[in-house]
């Protein structure tokens, strides 16, 4: 069985900008968590999807948003990048992203340099 | 206080010996606890998941878990140099699809 996959896995973009990562989740997964990784916050998570719905979120400003279609894959959008938006950014999948037993498996992640 | 802490690092041990690193969640209703392997520029990657008190062995790796402590923690056996990599200590409580991790323990096994 495939296992996540993250695309693109690098992307250099300048103050400002805005960017779009995506998330394929390993097949009959449908919940889709993100996170950010930084050397001084540690990983974060930035927010849920199941069904296409996003039912939980973390303590980000409103320029991280994202969406899940119906296949379950999985985009994320962040707008008028920061410097301090550069970041691994993650995605993990589960079965149902249920709050006991469910185990999230990881994509390779984004790399993201903002300049 | 941290919602989920780990022993501080890094942590260096001799290979063959038994690595031991530790971790605390503060929130009681948290359920589910798992340990996450992360080498250098890599994404993190699932070694063991403990639902229950008591201790949970798969192959060289034991988690142990003891929720009236809020502790848990992994014990490597025959640590090998491979095993370097920094430990990632992860928690869902009450809240969809969310994982609260450690800061990560650092774990370098020397010949």
């Known amino acids: 069985k495939a296992g996540v996959t993250q695309t693109p896995r690098y992307l250099i973009k300048t103050r400002g900008q805005q960017v779009t990562l995506s998330c394929s989740p390993i097949?009959?997964?449908?919940?889709v968590s993100w996170y950010q990784q930084t050397p001084g916050q540690g990983l974060q998570f930035l927010f849920e999807?199941?069904?296409?719905?996003?039912?939980n979120k973390g303590n980000f400003p409103g320029r991280f948003s994202g969406r899940q279609f119906s296949n379950s894959r999985s985009e994320m959008n962040v707008s008028t990048l920061e410097l301090g938006d550069s970041a691994l950014y993650l995605c993990?999948?589960?079965?149902?992203?249920?709050?006991?037993?469910?185990?999230?498996?990881f994509g390779p992640g984004t790399r993201l340099t903002v300049l | 206080q941290k919602e989920v802490e780990q022993n501080s690092g890094p942590l260096s041990v001799p290979e063959g010996a038994i690595a031991s690193l530790n971790c605390t969640y503060s929130d009681r209703v948290s359920q589910s606890f798992f340990w996450y392997r992360q080498y250098s520029g890599k994404s993190p990657e699932l070694i063991m998941s403990?639902?229950?008190?008591g201790d949970k062995e798969d192959g060289r790796f034991t988690a142990q878990l003891n929720k009236a402590s809020q502790y848990v923690s992994l014990l490597i056996r025959d640590s090998q140099p491979s095993d370097s990599a920094t430990y990632l200590c992860?928690?869902?409580?009450?809240?969809?699809?969310?994982?609260?991790f450690g800061q990560g323990t650092i774990l370098t096994v020397h010949p």
């Open positions: 992860a928690v869902i409580g009450t809240s969809y699809g969310k994982l609260t």
């Open positions: 097949s009959g997964h449908r919940s």
């Open positions: 993990a999948s589960s079965l149902e992203g249920a709050r006991s037993t469910d185990t999230q498996y």
């Open positions: 403990i639902y229950s008190n």
């Open positions: 999807y199941f069904s296409e719905t996003q039912r």
